[in-house]
Every structure is written in C-alpha cells, then in structure tokens.
C-alpha cells in the first residue's frame, strides 16, 4: 500500500448505528486530518492531530468522535448521526515541521457515507 | 479568518486548449502558501502546484503554471494544451506560514471537450 488509504470506500448506515472509518497513511508523515466535503460547499476540517495529540477541533458535533493510536493510523468513530451527515470523508496527512515549510496534505480516496 | 473564494463553478475548455482557473483569498499574513489540488471523478485529491508567498516568480509544473498577484491576493491556475485527463474538480488552497490548516474554496468543476 503507498499514500493514503481509506476504508471502507462506501458506507450507508442507519441513524442509529455505530460505525468507524479508517484512515492509514504509508508516507511517514507526522500529522493526520480528517475533512467533511459535501457537494458545493468548501472542505471542512474536522480534526487535526500532529504528533499523535489533537490539536483542533473545528465545533464538531459529538456524534463524530476521532481516535489516533499512533501517527499512521486515524479512525473515525460515527454514532448517531443525522442525514445531513452524508458526505465524503476525507482523510489526509502531512509531514509538519517547525520551520517554514509547506507542509502540504495528502489526501486518501475518501469514504462515501450515506445516512438513511 | 482566511478565506478561499473559487468564483467559477463550473468551466469548460476545448482539448488542447487553454484555461484559466481564478481565486482570490483573504489574509492579513506575509507569509502563507497557496495550493491547487485536482480531483478527479472518484478518484484521490492530488496536489497540482504550490506557491510559496514570498516567492514573486509563478510556480510551473509543466501543463500548469500559476498567476500569483499578492497585492491583489489573487492566484490562478492556467492549464495549457488541455487534455481529456485534465477533468475535475480543481481546488484552490491556503496555509499560514506557521500553522497546520489548509482553507480550501469551494472549487471549480474543469469539463474538457473532445
């Protein structure tokens, strides 16, 4: 596997089930995020972690949980949501460093969920 | 805040034709990047160029090449000889020089005629 993988690619799923994405990255990079990207509208960044630790939390509502056992793997836990839930899901990392840099993101495929 | 603005929806261009991209952003950093990223029907999001903002010469990458105007906060994306490959949705980006968060705008879906 090289880059960014994401599993499941599609997802439907109940209002009322839990459910988990997984997000993997093979680049060795440092910082991981996940991205919410409905039709029309920008990306919205959910979560940052950068060394393992959350570093942001853009008001996401406590039905999206995240978890990030080590800097390679990103998992998204799904409890409860709503149909405005629907969306791709993207993942991405980044190699950040402490100096000017560009540190820029590479994004997985994305997981396609559907809330019913 | 930063913001990301993508004023096209939606643009065509004939193959092997050329096609201009626009964004514009709103900082009041002197020193961020700016990026475009393509994705493709279905497929991964991936990085077509980036500017660095203390640069003054415009970033190439062989078919792509930028217009990066800092006064006018202003940086475009020209695809050049067109290619059937080239269709997606094209995102414009924004990093401040010295944190993590990319601001993305709300994208420009490129269709390229046969």
């Known amino acids: 596997e090289t880059g960014v993988t994401q599993t499941p690619r599609h997802l439907v799923m109940g209002m009322t089930n839990k459910k988990s994405l997984k997000c993997e990255q093979h680049?060795?990079?440092?910082?991981m995020y996940w991205y919410k990207q409905s039709a029309k509208k920008p990306l919205e960044l959910m979560f940052v972690?950068?060394?393992?630790?959350?570093?942001e939390n853009n008001s996401v509502p406590s039905r999206f949980s995240p978890e990030c056992p080590n800097s390679s793997h990103l998992f998204l836990h799904l409890h409860t949501l709503q149909p405005e839930d629907s969306a791709l899901y993207l993942c991405?990392?980044?190699?950040?460093?402490?100096?000017?840099?560009?540190?820029?993101?590479?994004f997985g495929p994305g997981t396609r969920l559907t809330v019913l | 805040a930063q913001t990301v603005t993508q004023s096209q929806p939606e643009m065509s261009v004939q193959e092997a034709e050329t096609v201009t991209l626009s964004c514009t952003y709103d900082t009041s950093e002197s020193d961020y990047y700016l990026f475009w990223y393509k994705q493709p029907p279905s497929r991964q999001m991936i990085l077509v160029i980036r500017?660095?903002?203390?640069?003054?010469q415009n970033a190439t990458e062989n078919r792509f090449s930028v217009n990066f105007q800092k006064a006018a906060k202003s940086f475009s994306l020209k695809i050049s000889d067109s290619q059937l490959g080239d269709a997606a949705m094209y995102f414009c980006a924004y990093k401040g020089g010295n944190n993590n968060d990319m601001r993305f705008g709300a994208g420009t879906r490129l269709t390229v005629k046969p």
């Open positions: 680049l060795g990079h440092n910082a």
């Open positions: 500017q660095e903002a203390y640069k003054q």
């Open positions: 972690y950068s060394l393992e630790e959350r570093v």
């Open positions: 991405a990392s980044s190699q950040v460093r402490w100096t000017r840099s560009s540190n820029e993101q590479f």
